[in-house]
C-alpha cells in the first residue's frame, strides 16, 4: 500500500523566507506524487506532480519539488516565501489497487504560516 | 482548463432527509470521479470511485446505501447523503480525473446536518 508522511503540522516562516515542506512517502511500486494547496473553505489546487519524468518538478506559484528515491522523499521548496502563500498544503501518492483509475491517499497536511 | 464545479456549495439540512451534490468537469470529459470527505482540520479521505456508466467502487467503511453515487455522464457525478444525521456533516469534496492521472479537484461542498 502506498503511504505519505508529512513532517511537521504546522510550519512558520517569515516572508521573504525559503519555505520547506516535508513529505516521506511509503510505496511498493514507483510512485505517483503531488502536491497540493488547499485555501480556507476551499478545494483543492495542484502545485505540481512527479510521474517518473525529471526528479526535479517545478510548479506554480514559485514552488518546486525534488523526488529521491534513495530518501523516499518528495520536499516541497520556495525561495522565497509571500504572505498569499499562507495555506494548507497537502502531499499525495496515487494508490495502486490493481486495474482502473486509483484514488490518492494524502497525508495530514502542512499549514504553513507567514510571518511578515 | 481543468476546471471542476460542486453545487451546492452550501447546504444545512435536517436530520432525516437526504441531500444531493453535484460534482462536474466544465471543460473536460472524465470518464472516473473520485468523492473525498474532510473533517474539520483534518485531511482527505477517499469515499469512492465514481465511473461513468458503472456502479462506483466504495472505500471499506463507507456505507453505499448511505452514500448514493451516480456518473451517468461524462461530466457530471452525483452523490447523495440519504437519510443525513448529524455525524455525517463535513466538507465533500469532489475530483476529475483528466489526462496523464492529475486529478482536478472542486470547491467542494460544506454539509451541516441539524
Known amino acids: 500500500a502506498q503511504s505519505v508522511t508529512q513532517l511537521g503540522s504546522h510550519v512558520s516562516v517569515s516572508e521573504g523566507a525559503l519555505v520547506l515542506l516535508r513529505c516521506n512517502y511509503s510505496s511498493s511500486v514507483p510512485p505517483y506524487l503531488f502536491w497540493y494547496v488547499q485555501y480556507p473553505n476551499q478545494g483543492l489546487q495542484l502545485l505540481l506532480k512527479?510521474?517518473?519524468?525529471?526528479?526535479l518538478v517545478k510548479g506554480i506559484n514559485g514552488f518546486e519539488a525534488e523526488f529521491k528515491k534513495s530518501e523516499t522523499s518528495f520536499h516541497l521548496t520556495k525561495p522565497s516565501a509571500h504572505m498569499s502563500d499562507a495555506a494548507e498544503y497537502f502531499c499525495?501518492?496515487?494508490?495502486?489497487?490493481?486495474?482502473?483509475?486509483?484514488?490518492?491517499?494524502f497525508g495530514k497536511g502542512t499549514h504553513l504560516i507567514i510571518q511578515p | 482548463g481543468a476546471v471542476v464545479s460542486q453545487h451546492p456549495s452550501r447546504v444545512i439540512c435536517k436530520s432525516g432527509t437526504s441531500v444531493k451534490i453535484e460534482c462536474r468537469s466544465l471543460?473536460?470529459?472524465?470518464?472516473?470521479m473520485f468523492w473525498y470527505r474532510q473533517f474539520p482540520k483534518q485531511s482527505l479521505m477517499l469515499m469512492a470511485t465514481?465511473?461513468?456508466?458503472?456502479?462506483?467502487?466504495?472505500e471499506q467503511g463507507v456505507e453505499k446505501d448511505k452514500f448514493l453515487i451516480n456518473h451517468a455522464s461524462l461530466t457530471l457525478s452525483t452523490l447523495t447523503v440519504t437519510s443525513a444525521h448529524p455525524e455525517d456533516s463535513s466538507f465533500y469534496i469532489c475530483?476529475?480525473?483528466?489526462?496523464?492521472?492529475?486529478?482536478?479537484f472542486g470547491p467542494g461542498t460544506r454539509l451541516t446536518v441539524l
Open positions: 499525495a501518492v496515487i494508490r495502486k489497487s490493481g486495474g482502473g483509475a486509483d484514488g490518492l491517499t
Open positions: 465514481s465511473n461513468e456508466g458503472s456502479k462506483a467502487t466504495y
Open positions: 471543460d473536460f470529459q472524465a470518464t472516473t
Open positions: 475530483s476529475a480525473l483528466g489526462n496523464t492521472d492529475t486529478q482536478y
Open positions: 512527479y510521474t517518473s519524468a525529471a526528479t
